[in-house]
């Protein structure tokens, strides 16, 4: 259920107190363990799609407590849109996951993160492999024209336990379809050219499969009609925990991939600064 709070209502709001303030504009809790809301953007904060920030609240010792968060929102977007985790004794989301429309939370404006398009040399498939909450800075990046201005082809593979913990990305990608505004920058075929390969780990589900087994099988090329990855022609990116980040690197350096950075562009990159359990 989302909960909305009237416009008038925010900006009614007393003046701030939080350091770095800005204004919850909308909650949605997908299931117990996971949610997403939206917040006012300052007014000065350039990203680029993909990128992080450090956001949260004040802790029970009256200092901020914050964490990496990857904005799942386009750089284009008036407001600011996240996806979190929610863990029962975490110092900040056993707080964070209460938040409503019209709360205050701290957010550090100086975006960073290593899964930009920059980071990437030019390539002609765009492979996003993620589980859990690390869809998130692929949920900013397949909303961002340029992705479809730069390759052929944007491949969303998000693995998770249970089925209920796809469902931000799954409806996450049937809007995207039918987005007016990617269909005018992007063409209207880029809907065709967005491929999602969505798998569960522990409940049936009709995919099945880590994102390491389904590739080094070479049943996701199978599944989708694709070629193996080739190191002249795909480029990835990949956000998960540590040892997913990890086993994921190896695979794709089994291809013949690799890794590169902001300063050094090469045919994958890595986000290491993803929170992960304990948050």
């Known amino acids: 259920m989302t909960l909305d709070l009237p416009v008038e209502d925010i900006a009614a709001k007393p003046v701030k107190t939080l350091p770095d303030a800005q204004t919850v504009t909308s909650v949605k809790h997908w299931n117990d363990r996971l949610f997403s809301f939206r917040v006012t953007r300052p007014a000065s904060l350039r990203f680029r799609s993909g990128e992080f920030v450090m956001i949260g609240l004040m802790g029970d010792n009256g200092k901020p407590l914050l964490r990496a968060y990857s904005i799942a929102s386009p750089n284009w977007d008036e407001e600011l849109e996240f996806y979190s985790i929610k863990v029962p004794d ?5 707080k964070l996951q209460h938040i409503k429309p019209g709360d205050d939370i701290i957010l550090r404006p100086k975006p960073v993160g290593t899964l930009v398009l920059d980071a990437l040399l030019p390539g002609k498939r765009l492979w996003f ?14 909303r961002d024209p340029e992705t479809y201005e730069r390759y052929e082809q944007v491949i969303m593979m998000h ?4 089925a209920d913990e796809l469902n931000y990305g799954r409806e996450l990608v049937e809007n995207l379809r039918h987005d007016p505004l990617l269909g005018e ?3 209207e075929d880029f809907a065709n050219r967005l491929l999602y390969y969505p ?9 099945m499969g880590r994102i390491t087994d389904n590739m080094t099988s070479g049943k996701v090329f199978q599944d989708l009609g694709l070629p193996p990855i080739s190191a002249e022609t795909d480029r990835a990116m990949i956000c998960g925990s540590l040892a997913f980040n990890v086993d994921v690197k190896e695979v794709l350096e089994g291809f013949g991939l690799r890794e590169g ?4 562009p090469k045919e994958f990159v890595v986000e290491k600064a993803f929170v992960g359990d304990g948050i």
Do not use: D
């Open 90 to 94: 975490g110092p900040l989301t056993s």
């Open 129 to 142: 492999l993620a589980t859990g909450t690390g869809l998130a800075p692929f949920a900013s990046l397949m």
């Open 159 to 162: 693995t998770c336990r249970t």
């Open 185 to 187: 920058c992007a063409g």
């Open 199 to 207: 798998t569960t780990t522990r409940e049936e589900s009709p995919l």
């Open 261 to 264: 950075a902001n300063s050094e």
